[in-house]
């Protein structure tokens, strides 16, 4: 019966599995940890040695007494600092005693200790990684105190105790005085809520039962909107993945199986409170996502994917590998079952909130090939999507998609933004490569294909920590293998930089030997509209396409602006076959799915017959030439 089932769902996915989540952001556009504007500015401006935006940012949530936020500010801006120090050393070196720099170091203390011990679980790491855990541990102690005694009435420092805390291996008594310093500064800090909930957990120094009844009171307590109602649902997520690695079934009867279903509930309505798109509770709804696909709740999921919108977060991703490509995988997988779901002749279900607008991060893509302009086109030939070629050079071309109105309304299977789907089989049985460029806000990246399969690619993230060098080294010499370049260390440097992406982005694209990106590219999508000698080649079905790429002469350049080849007046011998195949197909189908002797599998096989025959009739009968 599985099997069955399998085999039957399988057609509803490949006929349902492009329209589902079109509404979705593309992978491009979504940006894993990205920054609140204000505080992604304040961090452009340190990564190029001005602490100043920060300085002001910071004091403005201490003067504010705006915890939650300047908790969150401080986060990310310690992460930051790791691999970017330079800024706050000059910050600390020009006011020592300052309470949000002070702050900011104790953080990074506490980053430096983590990343150290790694988030493997104790048996995973070495003595050398324990001892020197500690030791930063240790050395963070006077830092913290300072920073509490700076601002006596901020309870981000005791946040930061109750993670010592925890890596210290402090006993209750200690935690339990940390506790109270923190909730008699602010008694409803979701920071420090749910930092105490890892310390209570099962896999710290708590049990499962008081980790959840910990959680459920604060949730009790709680006023509406609040974040704290989602501390629940982290109960809930640490639960899973407690069972999970402990190899026991999340599916059988348990205490917590109640708990979890009313936890998901609860951060349902929680989300309710907040729009789409909303970045403040981002980090909720990526763990509510995850829980409620393990639920099997898919539709629900797919609405929250589209909540969420471009901001992923590493937590809870980052638990099963790389976190904005687990995101990412999660959220076809959804798509993907919302799609096997629904019926073969029905049609998905329509949103229950419209998918929040996100023009800062609409990214905007543009191949540059190495190859001459009548060669991209025979290849596009193949790539069933309208692209508009432009010459750039005498051995260089440039693409981008060009507007369908006659294409249906789908996504791509696997989540590519359109141009990269298009370029990948583009290159496919060629000898030229071709790099895509991305930008995408203050982002900028590029995709190197070469005969077919992605080589290279690389983002530059001005709010983000600098590549490793040997990261930017191996994808230096990719790029070198790609478009030859005799020395790689300028593609290096250029690679480790991080300030002005889009500037980055361009020297680079000047160092492979290439022609620069059209003037207004990253502002507008359509730059080549109106480029000297720009051609639209237009979308071909997979037959078509084959066809003409094969019959093509060489050194031409097909599909003159959309005219399309198919529409010559076809053979009477080929309307006759495939009107009397359509003849037989549709009683056929009829009687599969009307007769209870004809399992589902042959009925979906005729129906796929049916629809392919009928379509290429439809198809053709709206192409044949007209009569004067």
Not at 428 to 456: C, M, N, Y
Not at 464 to 491: K, N, Q
Request: net charge neutral.
């Amino acid at each position: 019966m599985p099997f069955l089932r399998a085999l039957t769902a399988f057609p509803r996915m490949l006929r349902h599995g492009s329209r589902v989540g079109t509404d979705l952001p593309p992978d491009e556009a979504v940006v894993l940890d990205a920054p609140e504007a204000p505080l992604r500015a304040a961090i452009t401006a340190a990564g190029a040695g001005d602490f100043a935006q920060v300085r002001d940012l910071l004091a403005g949530t201490r003067l504010g007494a705006e915890w939650e936020r300047r908790d969150r500010y401080v986060s990310t801006l310690a992460e930051f600092a790791v691999h970017n120090p330079g800024w706050l050393d000059a910050w600390l070196a020009a006011s020592p005693e300052d309470p949000d720099a002070v702050l900011v170091k104790a953080g990074l203390s506490i980053d430096q200790a983590w990343r150290v011990r790694s988030a493997a679980r104790a048996a995973e790491v070495s003595p050398e990684q324990f001892r020197a855990f500690f030791a930063l541990l240790e050395d963070a102690v006077p830092v913290i105190r300072a920073a509490a005694d700076l601002n006596p009435t901020d309870p981000v420092p005791w946040r930061i105790a109750l993670t010592h805390a925890r890596g210290v291996q402090a006993p209750r008594e200690v935690f339990d005085a940390y506790w109270e310093e923190a909730v008699e500064r602010a008694p409803h800090h979701y920071g420090c809520h749910s930092t105490a909930l890892q310390y209570l957990s099962k896999k710290w120094y708590g049990s499962h039962e008081e980790m959840f009844a910990f959680a459920e009171h604060a949730a009790d307590a709680a006023l509406p909107g609040s974040q704290l109602h989602a501390l629940p649902l982290l109960a809930a997520v640490e639960y899973e993945l407690a069972a999970g690695s402990t190899g026991k079934s999340t599916g059988a009867r348990s205490f917590a199986e109640d708990r979890i279903a009313a936890a998901i509930d609860r951060a349902l309505e929680l989300s309710s409170w907040y729009d789409p798109g909303d970045p403040e509770v981002a980090g909720v709804r990526n763990h509510l996502a995850l829980m409620l696909l393990r639920a099997g709740r898919w539709t629900v999921a797919l609405d929250v994917f589209r909540a969420i919108g471009v901001h992923a977060r590493s937590a809870p991703w980052a638990c099963f590998g790389d976190p904005r490509k687990e995101f990412l995988d999660f959220r076809t997988g959804v798509r993907m079952q919302v799609a096997m779901q629904t019926p073969f002749f029905g049609t998905p279900h329509p949103p229950r909130t419209s998918p929040p607008d996100h023009p800062e991060w609409a990214p905007r893509t543009l191949a540059i090939c190495a190859a001459a302009p009548h060669q991209v086109a025979q290849a596009a030939l193949m790539c069933n999507a309208s692209l508009r070629v432009a010459p750039a050079g005498p051995s260089a071309t440039y693409v981008e998609l060009a507007a369908d109105p006659d294409a249906p309304v789908r996504g791509t299977l696997l989540g590519d933004e359109p141009l990269i789907a298009a370029v990948d089989t583009l290159t496919t049985g060629e000898k030229w490569p071709a790099i895509v460029l991305h930008r995408s806000g203050d982002r900028s990246g590029f995709t190197v294909f070469q005969r077919g399969r992605r080589t290279a690619g690389h983002h530059w993230d001005p709010a983000a920590a600098i590549p490793s060098l040997e990261d930017a080294s191996t994808t230096a010499r990719a790029l070198s293998t790609a478009f030859p370049v005799a020395d790689t260390r300028p593609l290096t440097a250029l690679l480790r930089s991080s300030d002005e992406a889009a500037r980055r982005q361009s020297d680079l694209v000047r160092v492979l030997g290439l022609p620069a990106p059209p003037t207004g590219f990253g502002e507008r999508a359509d730059v080549l509209e109106g480029f000297p000698g720009a051609r639209v080649i237009a979308r071909r079905g997979l037959l078509t396409g084959f066809r003409e790429s094969v019959t093509a002469k060489p050194g031409t350049m097909p599909g003159e602006n959309g005219a399309r080849p198919d529409s010559a007046r076809l053979p009477t011998r080929w309307w006759a076959l495939r009107s009397i195949a359509l003849l037989v197909f549709l009683p056929t189908t009829v009687y599969a799915w009307g007769s209870p002797g004809v399992d589902a599998l042959r009925a979906s096989l005729a129906t796929c017959a049916t629809l392919y025959v009928g379509g290429r009739l439809l198809r053709a009968w709206r192409r044949r030439p007209r009569r004067a």
